[in-house]
């Protein structure tokens, strides 16, 4: 079971992260959340990340962002993947040539299958979707869980990261539910907006992964 800490915003709490088992760090690009990181303050932080000799695949979280720009974070951050988290079209996507994958919202079952299709086929070592959940006028960090019988509708067709109010207490149901390559979480492991709790990541963590 992959895990993903998304809104990952100091040293600490990155190290914190990965020592407690994370597979992927998510930074967050979007100014509005309380989980925003600069890009020089990311690329500082990555450096520092690979100066330890830390392993993880580390995700760049974009929102309606040209690709041209996302794709310039990227590489000033030394980042691995892009998410776009927005209303981003697949030709976004396919403009960062195997570099990203689509977060969705899906509000039904034919709609999540056309954006399966839509956005297909997923980048080398990522999601070919995330899934979150459709929380009117936010793009994501709501708390709000995701709608499982989708997911797992989808998680069944193709490689799918799950998102949407994932906490400690409810992951385990979730992954039985939904069967998902992998769980992403920001919120629910955090003491406050945009600040992770140490002892939340690793109980998330070990309940994902046991």
């Known amino acids: 079971m992959i895990v993903k800490i998304c809104g990952v915003r100091?040293?600490?709490?990155?190290?914190?992260?990965?020592?407690?088992g994370a597979d992927m760090l998510g930074f967050n690009f979007h100014p509005p959340s309380p989980r925003y990181i600069a890009p020089a303050a990311c690329a500082?932080?990555?450096?520092?990340?690979?100066?330890?000799?830390?392993?993880?695949?580390l995700?760049?979280?974009?929102?309606?962002?040209?690709?041209?720009r996302a794709a310039a974070i990227l590489d000033e951050c030394g980042l691995d993947l892009a998410q776009l988290h927005g209303d981003e079209p697949p030709a976004d996507l396919a403009?960062?040539?195997?570099?990203?994958?689509?977060?969705?919202r899906p509000r039904d079952l034919a709609e999540a299958r056309a954006l399966a299709a839509a956005y297909s086929p997923p980048a080398p070592a990522a999601p070919a979707l995330l899934v979150d959940a459709a929380a009117s006028g936010a793009y994501g960090g709501s708390g709000q869980i995701a709608n499982w019988d989708l997911a797992a509708a989808l998680a069944e067709e193709t490689r799918l990261l799950l998102a949407g109010g994932l906490r400690p207490d409810n992951v385990a149901a979730a992954i039985a539910a939904v069967r998902p390559w992998g769980v992403d979480v920001a919120s629910g492991v955090e003491s406050a907006p945009g600040v992770k709790d140490p002892a939340k990541m690793v109980e998330f963590i070990a309940r994902a992964k046991g």
């Not at 403009?95 to 969705?104: E, T």
């Open 59 to 68: 995700v760049g979280v974009f929102v309606n962002l040209p690709p041209a």
């Open 10 to 20: 100091t040293l600490d709490d990155a190290l914190a992260a990965l020592d407690a």
């Open 44 to 57: 500082q932080l990555v450096a520092r990340l690979h100066r330890r000799g830390a392993a993880a695949t």
């Open 95 to 104: 403009a960062l040539a195997g570099r990203a994958f689509k977060a969705v």
